[in-house]
């Protein structure tokens, strides 16, 4: 039977990602070396795939809820955003490319990782959660577009411990390159289910199908997203 040719194309583009990823390992013995190596790779194939309402960057997620430090509530570094640019503004452009951006246009994150490592992953998993879960106004209220979250690991793994994973209000999804194999939980679905094959074109789909599923309200009108700009800002305050 004849490939789709996505798939045959995401086989092409899936080899050439492993093949990036020895040339890396041959260069460099150092792990930050080759994780950002593969950091960048995939956020300059996301920005070449997908639809260009979706801004692919890297940095931090925060909210408006300011807690008595004054402080918003932030999110961990993140290797890839994807997030809508059209009305929010960056609250933060660090001098290495890095932003701070406002958590409701944000559609997905993605962790790039070397090996897996389920204490660390699992710990920014629910800061983020923390983080997401105190949209303002009516953001708050279309909790089905809460952002997926999605892990890509370099290295095989045979069956990773998911306990704590499962979140029946975003997909989560887990992909191995070199071992091709992939665990995932769509949207309304807190179980994971194994599967075998191209990692590179299931990360793809999931990150792909899952952000245009959301319909995220400031898309439609700018009215609520000022709002939560002014709060953000503290406008009026002065």
């Given at each position: 039977m004849q490939k789709h040719p996505w798939t045959e194309h995401l086989g092409f583009l899936n080899d050439s990602l492993l093949a990036q990823?020895?040339?890396?390992?041959?260069?460099?013995?150092?792990?930050?070396?080759?994780?950002?190596?593969?950091?960048?790779?995939?956020?300059?194939?996301?920005?070449?795939?997908?639809?260009?309402?979706?801004?692919?960057?890297?940095?931090?997620?925060?909210?408006?809820?300011?807690?008595?430090?004054?402080?918003h509530n932030i999110s961990p570094q993140i290797d890839i955003l994807i997030y809508e640019r059209t009305t929010f503004p960056h609250l933060a452009v660090n001098e290495d490319g890095s932003v701070v951006i406002c958590c409701e246009p944000l559609f997905a994150t993605v962790e790039c990782k070397t090996k897996w490592h389920k204490k660390n992953v699992i710990n920014n998993f629910s800061i983020l959660k923390a983080v997401e879960s105190k949209r303002y106004g009516t953001f708050l209220g279309a909790a089905d577009n809460?952002?997926?979250?999605?892990?890509?690991?370099?290295?095989?793994?045979?069956?990773?411990?998911?306990?704590?994973?499962e979140d029946k209000n975003r997909f989560v999804g887990i992909?191995?390159?070199?071992?091709?194999?992939?665990?995932?939980?769509?949207?309304?679905?807190?179980?994971?289910?194994?599967?075998?094959?191209n990692s590179l074109e299931y990360f793809?789909?999931?990150?792909?199908?899952?952000?245009?599923?959301?319909n995220l309200p400031e898309l439609g009108t700018l009215t609520e997203t000022r709002e939560a700009v002014r709060k953000y800002f503290g406008w009026g305050k002065r």
């Open positions: 990823v020895k040339r890396a390992r041959m260069g460099s013995r150092h792990p930050t070396i080759k994780g950002a190596s593969i950091e960048e790779a995939l956020r300059r194939i996301l920005r070449q795939y997908l639809p260009s309402i979706y801004h692919i960057g890297t940095g931090q997620v925060a909210n408006n809820q300011v807690a008595d430090s004054k402080e809460f952002s997926g979250y999605f892990v890509f690991v370099i290295d095989s793994l045979k069956r990773p411990s998911l306990a704590g994973f992909y191995t390159l070199e071992g091709q194999r992939s665990w995932r939980s769509p949207f309304q679905t807190s179980t994971f289910t194994t599967h075998n094959g793809m789909k999931d990150v792909l199908e899952d952000s245009m599923r959301k």
